[in-house]
């Protein structure tokens, strides 16, 4: 069983930069997928980025060159920094540990871009 706690959400102005933080507990962190992702009002839950254990990355084509995944395995956390954000990446921001048929899920961090 993996626990996932999401941090760093908030307000912030079309241009700017928030990092969100997900720290994990339980299981072996290094065996994880790590993903983000996002869910506005009225749309369906979307990959935003994934990292592997080995810190292989892929990413959306709508936040590539603007958002970076990045783990420290030793303080199990994945991080999203988000740099030149738009309205359209308000949402509520998800973290996931993945694994096979495991799949686990924090409670979410909003992310609101407005001015």
């Known amino acids: 069983q993996v626990q996932l706690v999401e941090s760093g959400g908030g307000l912030v102005q079309p241009g700017g930069s928030l990092r969100l933080s997900c720290a994990a507990s339980g299981g072996i962190f290094l065996t994880y997928t790590m993903g983000w992702y996002r869910q506005a009002p009225g749309e369906q839950r979307e990959l935003v980025a994934s990292?592997?254990?080995?810190?292989?990355?892929t990413y959306a084509d709508a936040v590539k060159g603007r958002f970076t995944i990045s783990r420290d395995n030793a303080k199990r956390t994945v991080y999203l920094q988000m740099n030149s954000l738009k309205p359209e990446d308000t949402a509520v921001y998800y973290c996931?540990?993945?694994?096979?048929?495991?799949?686990?899920w924090g409670p979410g961090t909003q992310v609101t871009v407005s001015s």
């Open positions: 996931n540990a993945n694994r096979g048929a495991l799949s686990y």
């Open positions: 990292i592997t254990g080995g810190t292989t990355s």
